[in-house]
């Protein structure tokens, strides 16, 4: 029997990002129950693996009324059995299905900053974990009404639009994942051997101290679709400006045309045409969120526009990725924060970037 887009999708998910193992406890997480199809064939492909999966999904738009009604004690709450989770479970697979992509976007953001506070822990703990080997997860998304809106296509076209993304117009999707990870390994192998990345353009002139930092290429691991080669760089190790003119979207809000100056690794400038009240927030959720967690390469050029989900606009194919907060640790990356915002570069129109002085990058392509 001919496999449907579903199978495929969660043989991809279970069997490649994952690497589901007989005995594996799998946490399965939903966002709303536009998900279902998906859920159901990663259910399915979890339990064909002799794996133990556990779904956990809401009815959506619940974030909305939890931090409008939570008080500060609620919000400081971190429940025993999610903790447990994060802390225990070998596979994570989160799919995202929204009903609203604007639910959060008059969210009170002192309460956005102190929740992100609390739960700080949980992210730290999977994120050490996934270095250590100890645990493996992935985030992807299904095509909804809300994504479409988003976009600006209609449900047809963002749904063709993701499924290409993802590859799986194809009959052999990981085959093709496979090739991407090859040549970005080339291109990783690269910057491995770089002390000093310096990126130009408009607005923009800053340089990344990238020593001894390890390049990663992203091939469908932990983000689904996915294409970019990143790093953590030193955290002292960053100065100058830079400016992102696609909109800039976190968690159902936006800044548009942003512009940041960094010393020695610190955001000490931010300004944005539209939401820079926003980004300030973010920016002060804690102390490790004036730091800069990440700086990556968008490498998937079946992605060239913005669609307002960063799942996908982050691997821009032509773009570079700045994250603030949270850095990587499998990547040598010791900032630690609640927040990590990657903010997206257009590099098409004149975008350059330098290795150790070499120049290896130029309107939106490597050159070497």
Known sequence: MQKTVWDKYAQVLVDYSTDVQKGDLVIIRAESVYAKDLVKAVYKRVLEKGANPVVRTSIGDLSELYIKYADDEQLDYVDPMTKMEYEKADKYISIGAPLNT??????????????????????????????????????????THALAQEAKMSFDEYSEFLFNSCYLNLDNPVEKLKELDEKQT???????????????????????????????????????????????????????????DYPQNYRGNSAHKVYLKIENGL??????????????AM???????????????????EIQEITGNILFDEKIGGAIHMAIGASYPETGGKNVSGLHWDLIKNMKNGGKIFADGKLIYENGKMII
């Open 186 to 244: 080339r291109w990783a192998n690269y910057l491995n051997n770089v002390k000093t990345l310096r990126i130009t353009g408009e607005k923009t002139d800053i340089t990344f101290n990238v020593e001894g930092r390890k390049w990663i290429s992203c091939s469908g691991i932990n983000n689904y679709p996915d294409g970019e080669v990143f790093t953590s760089p030193v955290e002292d190790g960053i100065n100058g400006e830079i400016y992102f």
């Open 283 to 301: 920016i002060n959720i804690d102390e490790g969120s004036h730091g800069i967690g990440e700086i990556a390469i968008g490498t998937n050029d």
């Open 102 to 143: 604007k639910s959060m976007a008059k969210a009170d953001l002192e309460k956005l900053a102190r929740r992100a506070k609390a739960t700080k822990p949980l992210s730290e703990t999977l994120m050490k974990r996934s270095a250590e080997g100890t645990a493996k997860w992935v985030i992807a998304d299904v095509p």
């Open 267 to 280: 955001v000490t400038q931010a300004k944005a045409e539209q939401g820079e009240e926003f980004l300030n």
